[in-house]
């Protein structure tokens, strides 16, 4: 069982920055590592997605050029850059993970990450 644990939420002003960290404990040697959110009222989505094995990574249309993940093996983290953030970034950011054996098991929002995080509130104010 894959234990997954987010922090680096907060509440900030539109344009800041903030980095969110996801920390796995018992983890698997090649795995997706994603971000997803939810906004309050609204259906979760895909925010940014990584192959631990490689660098391929994979971001919603929304966050391109603004967000960055990025995954630090040897911490077993895995972590979100958010820069220039918009009021539309409020959400709350949780982390998954699944099993994955090849790069290309990690291309879009599979529905079927089978660990997951308890979350991390991000508020962005106009």
């Known amino acids: 069982q894959m234990q997954l644990r987010e922090s680096g939420g907060g509440s900030v002003q539109a344009g800041e920055s903030l980095r969110l960290s996801c920390s796995s404990a018992?983890?698997?040697?090649?795995?997706?590592m994603a971000w997803f959110r939810q906004a309050e009222g609204k259906e979760r989505e895909g925010v940014a997605t990584?192959?631990?094995?490689?660098?391929?990574?994979y971001y919603a249309d929304s966050v391109k050029g603004r967000f960055t993940i990025s995954q630090d093996n040897a911490k077993d983290t895995t972590y979100l850059q958010m820069n220039n953030l918009r009021p539309e970034d409020t959400a709350i950011y949780y982390c998954?993970?699944?099993?994955?054996?090849?790069?290309?098991?990690?291309?879009?929002?599979?529905?079927?990450?089978?660990?997951w995080g308890q979350g991390t509130q991000v508020t962005v104010s106009s």
């Open positions: 990584i192959y631990t094995g490689g660098d391929n990574t």
């Open positions: 998954a993970a699944i099993i994955a054996r090849f790069p290309a098991d990690c291309d879009g929002f599979r529905h079927d990450y089978n660990f």
């Open positions: 018992r983890t698997y040697s090649s795995r997706c």
